[in-house]
Structures are given as structure tokens and as C-alpha cells.
């Protein structure tokens, strides 16, 4: 299951830091590719703020350009890049989802 582990893996971090996350995204307006509807964009503001590195830095001992994969908030380079970020949104939004049950 193509990025499962990677979104269960970032959702373990998110409860970590607070449990409650899942009421903060809204899942219709996610888009994983988008720096401000994604699931950082959406907790931190912009996927790109200090926050959401510092997040990132906490929850990964993965090399910096690796951690965002590693926890399922961003792809690696490469083709079909539109449809594996749709992917991943539908993994994310079936994680919240899940969640709020």
C-alpha cells in the first residue's frame, strides 16, 4: 500500500506532539502538494514555516531532505508526481477521517 506507512508514520508524530491534530485539517480542502492545504500547511501555517521543520527534526532521524517523505508530508522527485500527490492526499484524508471517529 503505496505511502501508508509513511502517513501512519507522521500521524503518530502529530498524536505525539497533540492528539487533537485531526480536528485542524480539513480535509476538504487538503492538497498535499499545496504549501498551505497540506497537513503542515494546515497545523503549522505553511509546510514550509520553522515550526513545521522544527517538526519535522524532532519526529526524523532522517537525513533533512529525507524527513518530510519519512513521515509522509512530501514526495521524492519524480514521474507522475501529480498523481502520487493525489494519492497521498487520499492517504492523508482516510487518516483524519479515521481519526475522528
Known amino acids: 500500500m503505496l ?11 502529530l ?3 497533540d492528539p487533537r491534530w485531526r480536528r485542524y ?8 502538494h499545496d504549501t498551505t492545504r497540506c ?3 494546515q497545523l503549522h501555517g505553511d509546510y514550509n514555516s520553522l515550526e513545521a521543520e ?3 527534526n524532532r519526529h526524523s532521524d532522517a537525513p533533512e ?4 517523505y519519512e513521515l509522509g508530508f512530501s514526495l521524492r522527485p519524480g514521474p507522475f508526481i501529480t498523481a502520487r500527490y493525489a494519492l497521498l492526499t487520499w492517504r492523508w484524508r482516510r487518516e ?3 481519526g475522528l471517529r
Open 3 to 13: 505511502y501508508a506507512t509513511q502517513v501512519r508514520t507522521g500521524a503518530r508524530a
Open 15 to 17: 498524536d505525539v506532539e
Open 25 to 32: 485539517v480539513n480535509t476538504n480542502v487538503l492538497a498535499l
Open 39 to 41: 497537513v503542515q500547511g
Open 54 to 56: 522544527e517538526f519535522r
Open 65 to 68: 531532505d529525507d524527513q518530510a
Open 96 to 98: 483524519v477521517r479515521r
